[in-house]
C-alpha cells in the first residue's frame, strides 16, 4: 500500500456509541493531522502530531480523543458524540523539516461519519 | 478574520478549454506557502501545485499552473485543456511560517467540465 490509508471508509454510530478511526501513513512521514469537514464550511485542523508527540489541538471537544503510537500511526477515538459531528474525518501526514517549512500534507480518502 | 477567499462557488468549463479559479488570501507573514488541492467525490484531497512567498516564478506542474501575484495576494489556479477527470472540488490553501504546521483552508470551488 501507499500513502495514507483510512479505515473505516463509512461509520454509522449512535450518540452512545464508542468507535475509533484509524490512520496510516506508508510516506515516511513525520508529522500527521486530523482534519474535519462539514457541508459547506472549510476543512477545520483538529489535531497534529509532530514525531509522535501532541502539538496542536485546535479547542476540538473531549469527546475526541486522538491517538498516536509511532509516527506511521493515527487514531481519533470517539465516544458520545452529537448529530453535528456528522462530517468527513480526514487525515493526513507531512516531512517536516523545521519552523518555516512549507511541506504539503498528503491527505487519505477518509471516514465519512454519521452520528445518529 | 477570513485567511483564504475562493469566491467561485461553481464553475462550469467547456471540455479542451482553459479554467483559472481564483484565490486570494491575507497574511501578515512574511514567509508562507500557497497550495492548491483536488477533491474528488471519492473524498480524497489530492495535492496539486505548491506556491511558496519568496519563490520568483510562478509554479507549474503539468497542466496546472498558479498565476501568483503577491501585492494583489492572489494565487489563482489556471489548468489547461480541460479534461472530464477534472470535474471536482478545488481548494486552495495556506501555512504561514509562524502558524505552528496549520494549513488553512477556503471554501473550495466546485469545477464541472462538460463535454
Known amino acids: 500500500e501507499t500513502g495514507v490509508t483510512q479505515t473505516p471508509r463509512h461509520l454509522v454510530m449512535g450518540m452512545t456509541n464508542k468507535k475509533s478511526l484509524k490512520c496510516e501513513q506508508h510516506?515516511?512521514?513525520?508529522?500527521m493531522y486530523w482534519y474535519k469537514q462539514s457541508a459547506k464550511k472549510p476543512l477545520e485542523l483538529m489535531f497534529v502530531?509532530?514525531?509522535?508527540?501532541?502539538?496542536e489541538n485546535n479547542s476540538v471537544p473531549s469527546r475526541f480523543s486522538p491517538e498516536c503510537p509511532n509516527s506511521s500511526h493515527l487514531f481519533l477515538h470517539l465516544h458520545t458524540l452529537q448529530p453535528e459531528d456528522s462530517a468527513l474525518y480526514l487525515c493526513?501526514?507531512?516531512?517536516?523539516?523545521?519552523?518555516?517549512?512549507?511541506?504539503?500534507?498528503?491527505f487519505g480518502n477518509g471516514t465519512r461519519l454519521t452520528v445518529t | 478574520a477570513q485567511k483564504i477567499t475562493q469566491t467561485q462557488p461553481g464553475m462550469f468549463v467547456q471540455e479542451k478549454e482553459a479554467v483559472t479559479l481564483d484565490c486570494t488570501y491575507d497574511t501578515s507573514d512574511p514567509s508562507y506557502g500557497l497550495f492548491w488541492y483536488k477533491q474528488p467525490s471519492s473524498g480524497e484531497m489530492i495535492f496539486l501545485i505548491y506556491q511558496g512567498s519568496y519563490d520568483q516564478q510562478n509554479a507549474t506542474e503539468g497542466r496546472y499552473s498558479l498565476n501568483f501575484q503577491k501585492a494583489r495576494k492572489s494565487a489563482n489556479l489556471v489548468i489547461s485543456a480541460s479534461q472530464l477527470g477534472d470535474s471536482a472540488m478545488y481548494f486552495c490553501a495556506m501555512r504561514e511560517a509562524q502558524g505552528a504546521q496549520k494549513l488553512v483552508f477556503g471554501q473550495g470551488t466546485r469545477l464541472t467540465i462538460n463535454p
Open positions: 510516506l515516511g512521514h513525520n508529522a
Open positions: 502530531y509532530n514525531f509522535k508527540e501532541q502539538t
Open positions: 493526513a501526514s507531512s516531512q517536516e523539516k523545521g519552523t518555516g517549512d512549507n511541506s504539503p500534507l498528503h
